[in-house]
Every structure is written in C-alpha cells, then in structure tokens.
C-alpha cells in the first residue's frame, strides 16, 4: 500500500478562534446547543440559495475574527472551500474582505485540507494570521448533484442529508487554544464504488488508507487518541470503515466516531446521517473546540472524508473516489 | 488485476451491508396513493359528464387530465407533493399528476436563473427522457401499424 504523508509541527499552530453557523435543522440536531448561530430559515434573508450560502461563510468569517479578538486586517491569508462548481461561496466571500485568499477542494473533507494548509503555512513562520472556512447548504448541493427539492422522490436507504452550515478557524503561533501538532495529507483511494447515493463506501477506504498511513507514520495507535473523529461516512460508511481497519488488525473502539452519525436526531429522518463540507466544519468548530476548552479532551486525531465525484463523473460511468487528510489536535 | 478482485469484493461486501428497503409496506402506500390519484380522476371524469352531460367521453378524459395537472403542479408549488412522494413513491410518480410535478419543480427550482436560461432550459430537465422515449415510441408503433396496415 502507498502511504500518506504526515507533517509533524515544530511550532506547533495553536487554534485561537472557531466559530459555526447552520440552518434551522442542524440547530434541531444533536449539536443543536454547542453552534455559535442557528439561522431562522435555509434563505438567511437572500433570494437565492446560493446567496445564503454566501451569506452564511461571510458570516463564519466575521464571527470567527470578532471571537478571536482581531480585525479582518490581521488576517494574512484565508483558505477556504466549499462544494459549488468553482467554489463560488468561498471566492464570493473572500471577494468581501478584500484578503488573500486560497480556494482549496477536497469535497467534503475540505475543513481538515484547509485546516493542513494553513498549519503549514503558519509553522513555517510565513505567515501570521490564517484564517480556514468551509461550508455548505442542503438546498444548493441537492440542485447541483440531485433532483429539484419539490420533485416527489423517495431517498434510497444508504443517501444522507447535506448539513446546511459554515464553520471556520483562525490558526496563529500567537495566542491561546488547543495545538495542531502534526498533518497527514492522504490519497485519493478508489475501490470501485458507483453508487452516488452510497459516499459512505465510495470514502470508507481512503479513510482507511489515510487513518493507516497516519498511524505508521506517527508511531501511534488508537488508543493514544481520546478520539478518532471521521467527518461524513455516515452510519453505513464508520460501520465499513471499522470493519476495514479490523481487517488491518487495527480495532476502533468507542473512541471512534463519525460526526455525520452523530448529527441529526433519528426522527429527523436523514437515513444514514449527515454529510456535505459544513458536516464535519460546525461539528468540529464547535462541539470538538468546546470540549478542548473545558478540558475534557486532550488529543484529537481529525479526519474528514470527501467524494470526489462530479455529475458529469457519474454520468459517464466513473467510479467514485475519494479522499481523506488528517490532523491532530492536542491541548 | 489485483485492484479488481480487491474491488470486486469490496462492492459485494457493500452489496450486502446496505440496510435494504421494505418492501412490503412501500407497495402498499405506492398502492394506497397511486390508488387514490386514480380514483379522484376517475370521479372528476364522472362528476364533468354528470355536470355538462352534453360533452363527449373523449372531451371530459382531456378536461380530468387538466384538471390532474393543475392540482399536481399547485400542490408541488405549495410544498405538498414533495411530500406526499416521500411516502408514496411510485404510487405519486406513475399516474399523471408525478408527470406535472417533475415539469414544475425544476421550474420553481431554477426561477433563480432567470425566465430562458432557468425555467425553459431546466423545466425538462427531468420530464425530457419521457416525452423523447413517449414520441419515438409512438411514432415506432404507428410504423409497424402503417407496415401491418399494408397487406
């Protein structure tokens, strides 16, 4: 097997600020009480979808900036992301603050790539102030990859739910907040999945690949983490993934979790979970930061899983592939 | 070549860790819903030719299928019928009323683009693949009906 590669920080980034917004679902979700702002409704008083979109990473990057007690100006670089045909929320959002900014995609797994690039970026000592977002909305990624949403379908039984939600973070050698200590960046792994209602198969093994490359590279195993976080695998999707790393010999306890599992409630009916770039984003810039705060948490091995199809892909009969970079969070 | 016995056999042991869909109780609201659109076209085409008893048949099947369409396309513009498919499946999308819903969710779906490039260009977007395979079997059918009709 062909291995990541891992990047271990000498000096270590530390992640000053974080902030998450999301849509009225996600605020009815399991982490409903943890994000910084629930929207009152998907159109955050735009006309458009993909303007709300917008709205809501120009929001994350507001919000992030206030809470980490800087203006827009300290920020040297912003890389960002999101899952719109050209990353048109991120370069739209970056077109209002008027700051450097790198577009970055890696579908769903795109907070921990822009995450990785900005550690590096920051630990190499160029640059200050980097400021990472990412985010996504149910109603733009459904009309982009899927059907209209008042087409009268039935969700095949392995689909799940594009989380509507930004999250971002700003990383910096300054100030105070839990460390990014090393950065795995993965392969892209194709097994051959052609379903495209089924991302939690098509990503499962490049999370093995990812997870396996990391812990070699590192010297380390499961239980030196206090958790293991994927980002949208999916019920079906961590259920693969676990039975692969047993394969592997490497047994996943109840330190692992998935955050598209976890985010919605069952009667909120979203089948295998969430998913979409915002997933693992507000999970991560919320819940995850909090529970580093308090304390509770003191290493954190994150790493977010992204499909990266387009229709055009699909359409032509390709397989799904997919892709997942690691970080490690410590206190 | 070990690539594609590795894959093979991972997409069979995803085969069968798919939660499968049950299908006892989908048939039978594809049935209670798909049931239940015939039955109200079939009492609008009775109530037309008991209210204007000088219409011919053919004329009130036109006029109950108008009436399908506009209730189909109001009610997916209400944010109904969206619903009604989640439960009903097949039973909402076969009979008429599915037909109208596919036509008039992408136009309200793409208004965003504009009149030309959004609610024309999309508005077949998924209704297209009916009307070309409905017209070029048609025309394939009266094909061999002309060619029967010959001897």
């Not at chain 1, 979203?270 to 930061?289: K, R």
């Not at chain 2, 208004?111 to 030309?116: A, C, T």
């Amino acid at each position: 097997m062909e291995f990541g590669k891992t990047i271990v920080l000498k000096n270590q980034p530390k992640i000053i600020g974080h902030y998450s917004i999301v849509g009225p679902k996600e605020g009815k979700g399991n982490f409903g009480e943890f994000f910084d702002y629930v929207m009152k409704n998907d159109c955050f008083g735009e006309n458009t979808f993909e303007k709300a979109e917008r709205k809501m990473l120009e929001a994350a990057i507001m919000g992030v900036v206030q809470k980490a007690k800087m203006t827009i100006k300290n920020v040297d670089v912003m890389v960002a992301g999101d899952l719109l045909n050209q990353i048109i929320s991120s370069s739209y959002a970056a077109r209002a603050f008027e700051i450097p900014f790198l577009g970055v995609y890696g579908a769903c797994s795109t907070m921990a790539e822009s995450m990785a690039v900005a550690s590096v970026l920051v630990d190499g000592g160029y640059c200050r102030n980097v400021l990472c977002c990412t985010g996504s909305h149910f109603s733009t990624a459904e009309r982009q990859y899927r059907f209209p949403l008042e087409l009268g379908n039935q969700r095949p039984p392995t689909s799940q739910w594009t989380v509507t939600g930004a999250g971002s973070c700003i990383l910096s050698l300054e100030g105070k907040g839990p460390r990014v200590t090393s950065v795995t960046f993965g392969k892209v792994v194709d097994w051959g999945v052609n379903d495209v209602n089924n991302m939690g198969a098509a990503m499962a093994p490049a999370a093995r690949n990812t997870m396996l490359s990391h812990f070699r590279n590192t010297n380390t195993s499961p239980k030196d983490y206090d958790l293991i976080l994927t980002g949208d695998l999916g019920k079906l999707g961590s259920e693969i993934l676990v039975d692969l790393m047993d394969e592997e010999g490497v047994s996943l306890g109840l330190n692992y979790n998935d955050c598209g599992q976890m985010y919605f409630k069952r009667e909120q009916n979203t089948l295998c979970g969430g998913s979409g770039a915002g997933c693992c984003a507000t999970v991560f810039n919320s819940y995850i930061m909090k529970k580093f705060e308090k304390g509770e948490y003191k290493k954190v091995l994150f790493l977010p899983t992204g499909a990266l199809l387009s229709t055009t892909s699909s359409q032509q009969g390709d397989t799904v592939p997919g892709v997942c970079h690691a970080i490690v969070i410590e206190n | 070549m070990e690539n594609k016995q590795r894959n093979l056999a991972y997409n069979n042991y995803v085969k069968e860790k798919i939660p499968k869909t049950k299908a006892w109780p989908s048939l039978f609201y594809s049935f209670l819903v798909g049931g239940a659109i015939c039955l109200l076209g079939q009492g609008i085409n009775d109530l037309l030719l008991l209210a204007m008893p000088n219409i011919s048949q053919q004329s009130a099947w036109g006029y109950t299928l108008i009436i399908l369409i506009f209730v189909a396309s109001l009610l997916t513009g209400l944010g109904v019928y969206d619903q009604i498919g989640k439960v009903a499946g097949g039973g909402s999308i076969v009979p008429i009323t599915g037909f109208s819903n596919s036509i008039a969710s992408p136009s309200i779906e793409f208004k965003s683009e504009g009149i030309v490039y959004g609610i024309c260009v999309k508005m077949f977007s998924i209704a297209g693949p009916v009307i070309v395979f409905g017209t070029v079997a048609s025309a394939g059918v009266g094909l061999i009906y002309w060619i029967i009709s010959l001897f």
